[in-house]
């Protein structure tokens, strides 16, 4: 088969239908990528907006531009556009659409769940803007502080919306993920060990568990407030037993670590774009991994440097002062590779390298600050001033955007096969420099003379006038800038001139296909034995094009993409990846109708909604498998492997042993809310604790035990253990009802006392977690029937046993810490 005729039968597989039904039903990473990118600057434009408002409006004392109510919808969406729809979506796009490319593969280890999580994004996102369009538009700040979000002094649906909103698009960050961690580690190219992988990929599969740990506790302290907000269970409230710091934790829990999770992205385009401007490979690979891996676990140790004016005692803020003093360590190994590999070669002054010279003037004063606000006696004077608002851009712009601004025109030339003339770029580079620190350098010293961040006016004898109005000046000249940007973006796409193959001289796989891209990335998987393969093998592309690697032959129409061991990266099974499906954009839209019915009070759809989710994941999965074992398949270069669905751990069981991560966080988080108003809040203990039950107790243990070691020996032997599966269900079963049991007859009214909330939101949890393991149980049944499940084919009891075990494991302790305090009262 020549390249041509492999081409053609490639894309025949690949390829998205015509019209508008391509554009609904394509799961392809590239399409889906690029979808995530557009919007996310979409959102940043029109996040950039609101900010514009917002300098017009304290441009000068007494301004009558927006009053109080309308300045604080401002400034909430300002925060919770460029937080939420713009930092993390945009490398999440990146990340879709480059890591195949980078790392050797036709697409992700789940196209289909990268599909679900564009459209939840952009559902999520929509919902956001709708309430901007109705005037009810969240107006407590993106932080959402309670008790300002409460009902008591937030009684409209604004509030509700930025918590049931955010937390759609959440769901849309898990998605990412969960895709983006499972294709990391084993979607790769055969050969390329953890050692080879560049350094683009450590960076995204650090960020990307950062976001399974992290982001969980924001999801909980929305859930617990929306739950606040809509039945009066008050766990914020004071005077019932609730604390509005423990909203601050759980808040922080996710926002500290999200600052670095939106850095490590871009110092990884920063890590692959200084090597090819210097001309010269990146000093330090090992040092720079493990500064990632540290600054990865040190961030989670940072939450409080956020509320040292909270009033909590004096070891914690000096352990957490130190903490957050500490982390700027693997910044600064990073910073000094980056600068030694600019040192060491001949760099070139394009306009990537432009943009980064601009990061790192703008982040190391950002980092400078930060280190000045980690130390307490500063931060007691600097807090909630515009001092911390200037750290926070400096951190951000010069951390996320200028590297962003950097790897755009970078990778252009990969996404659209086009180059631009420099001069417009340049021109819009030094604007934007020079507009954002005229902005946000005033910001600092009208901080520093005491004006408080958020407020919509002050008087004229502040002395804040001059700072303001110059602030406000650049941020029209930086607004002035971004839109030349745009402008010579769009002039790129639409009229630059044709680029050759890697314009840039760089070494990694990207860079070996034809741009634009086919469909199908790779017409054969490379073997790859070095961190830099085109520097290797200049020729790698041609003979990719002839066919020389892994998968070269279509056959069957399957998609298919290599698997590898995790560490070594040898040759473990092929992935057959789905095609294209209307799936995502549905079951997205019946997500989105579980959180359109609670938002209008509707909470009869929610359950509804919830059975339609678990519908559309029984056809999502059901459209999987095959009747027959089939055996190693060739996969060329001599060699045979296994489909996956012949595998213990394929794509579906890594995907759940990840899920289960972000889970388990979820599920800490509520135990460390439990632990903190038992221990910390006013009105405790409560009038009236769960009556212990020695017997509901008991019950439910046999039973969780029963499902576990049953869905064990079913995913051990599924063909022989229709028995073990009848008794995990009845294990289930069991142990559903002591907490079925607990809440109606043990349990106190939620609405009393925290404590009773609390208590009703765990038996939930694990009620739910019941009904997800044995949903999975009547799967494996359905799938046995119909001969899906074989002893070769046994992933998914596999999975139905992870399930079991999570469910059984997180209802016994659940069940300990609601019935152990009433026994021993």
């Not at 390249?3 to 508008?20: L, S």
């Not at 789905?578 to 959180?595: C, E, H, K």
């Amino acid at each position: 088969m020549n390249p041509i005729e492999r081409h053609k039968a490639m894309t025949r597989i690949w390829a998205n239908d015509p019209g508008w039904r391509g554009v609904l039903t394509s799961v392809n990473h590239t399409d889906i990528g690029k979808r995530l990118i557009v919007a996310a600057f979409v959102f940043f434009l029109i996040g950039g907006v609101l900010a514009m408002l917002i300098r017009a409006q304290i441009a000068t004392p007494g301004s009558a531009f927006a009053g109080p109510e309308i300045y604080n919808q401002l400034f909430t969406m300002h925060g919770s556009i460029m937080m939420f729809l713009f930092a993390i979506p945009m490398f999440e796009g990146l990340a879709i659409y480059m890591l195949p490319k980078m790392l050797g593969a036709r697409d992700l280890a789940y196209p289909r769940l990268s599909a679900y999580g564009w459209w939840c994004y952009l559902f999520g996102g929509s919902m956001l803007l709708l309430s901007m369009v109705l005037g009810l538009a969240p107006d407590s700040g993106w932080f959402m502080y309670t008790p300002l979000s409460s009902k008591p002094y937030s009684p409209g649906i604004n509030s509700d919306f930025w918590l049931l909103g955010i937390t759609f698009v959440e769901v849309s960050a898990i998605a990412a993920a969960v895709d983006i961690t499972v294709s990391i580690l084993k979607v790769r190219s055969p050969g390329m060990s953890l050692g080879k992988m560049p350094l683009f990929a450590w960076y995204m599969l650090v960020t990307a568990v950062m976001m399974l740990i992290g982001f969980p506790p924001l999801i909980l302290g929305s859930v617990l407030l929306e739950v606040e907000r809509a039945f009066g269970w008050p766990f914020f409230d004071a005077a019932r037993g609730g604390d509005s710091l423990l909203w601050q934790h759980l808040f922080w829990l996710f926002g500290h670590p999200e600052v670095y999770i939106i850095f490590l992205p871009a110092a990884g385009a920063i890590s692959t774009i200084i090597p090819v401007m210097a001309r010269t490979k990146i000093l330090g690979y090992g040092w720079i991994v493990g500064a990632i891996l540290a600054l990865g676990f040190l961030s989670f140790g940072l939450w409080v440097h956020h509320m040292f004016a909270t009033g909590i005692p004096h070891m914690a803020l000096a352990f957490f002062s130190a903490a957050s003093t500490l982390v700027a360590v693997p910044t600064g190994v990073q910073i000094f590779a980056w600068l030694g590999t600019l040192w060491a070669g001949r760099p070139r002054m394009t306009l990537p390298m432009l943009y980064l010279i601009g990061f790192f003037v703008t982040f190391v004063m950002g980092g400078l600050t930060g280190v000045m606000v980690a130390v307490v006696p500063f931060d007691w004077q600097a807090h909630d001033t515009a001092f911390v608002t200037a750290h926070l851009h400096y951190v951000l712009m010069g951390g996320f955007v200028f590297p962003m601004l950097a790897a755009t025109y970078y990778w252009l030339p990969q996404f659209t096969g086009r180059m631009g003339s420099p001069a417009l770029g340049r021109l819009a580079f030094w604007i934007i420099f020079i507009g954002f620190h005229l902005t946000f350098l005033m910001m600092h010293f009208v901080g520093l003379l005491g004006m408080p961040r958020r407020i919509e006016t002050y008087s004229a004898d502040m002395g804040w006038t001059v700072w303001n109005l110059i602030s406000s000046v650049g941020g029209f000249i930086l607004a002035f800038g971004f839109g030349l940007f745009t402008i010579d973006v769009a002039m790129q796409i639409l009229d630059g001139r044709r680029a050759r193959r890697n314009p840039w001289g760089a070494t990694t796989l990207e860079w070996a296909m034809p741009t634009p891209v086919a469909a199908y990335n790779f017409a054969a998987i490379p073997r790859v034995d070095d961190r830099d393969p085109l520097e290797k093998d200049p020729m790698l592309g041609a003979r990719i094009a002839r066919g020389e690697g892994y998968v070269a032959v279509p056959r069957n129409g399957w998609r298919e993409t290599m698997a590898v061991d995790t560490t070594t990266g040898a040759p473990d099974h092929v992935i057959l990846l789905p095609a294209n499906t209307s799936l995502p954009i549905w079951t997205a839209a019946v997500t989105g109708l579980f959180f359109t019915g609670i938002l209008i009070g509707q909470y009869w759809i929610a359950p509804l909604a919830a059975i339609g989710v678990a519908y559309m994941g029984w056809k999502w999965a059901w459209a999987l498998g095959s009747r027959e074992d089939v055996g190693p398949v060739d996969i060329g270069c001599g060699e045979r492997a296994p489909l996956h669905v012949e595998t213990d751990e394929g794509p579906g069981w890594w995907g759940s042993v990840f899920l289960m991560s972000a889970d388990g966080t979820f599920f800490a988080s509520m135990l460390f809310g439990y632990a903190f108003l038992w221990t910390i809040a006013p009105n405790w203990p409560p009038p009236q604790l769960v009556s212990g039950n020695a017997l509901a107790l008991a019950l439910g243990l046999g039973g969780a035990a029963l499902a576990a070691v049953m869905a064990r020996r079913l995913a051990s032997r599924p063909m022989n253990s229709g028995a073990a599966l009848v008794l995990s269900a009845a294990g289930l079963g069991t142990l559903g009802l002591a907490f079925a049991w607990t809440l109606v007859f043990a349990a106190p009214d939620p609405r009393s006392h925290a404590y009773a909330g609390i208590v009703g939101v765990m038996a939930g949890y694990a009620l739910v977690h019941v009904a997800i393991a044995a949903l999975m149980l009547a799967f494996v049944a359905a799938r046995r029937r119909a001969g899906y499940v074989s002893q070769a084919r046994r992933v998914e009891p596999r999975v139905a046993m992870l399930w079991t075990m999570y469910a059984a494991a997180t209802g016994v302790v659940l069940l300990a810490a609601i019935h152990l305090p009433g026994m021993g009262a």
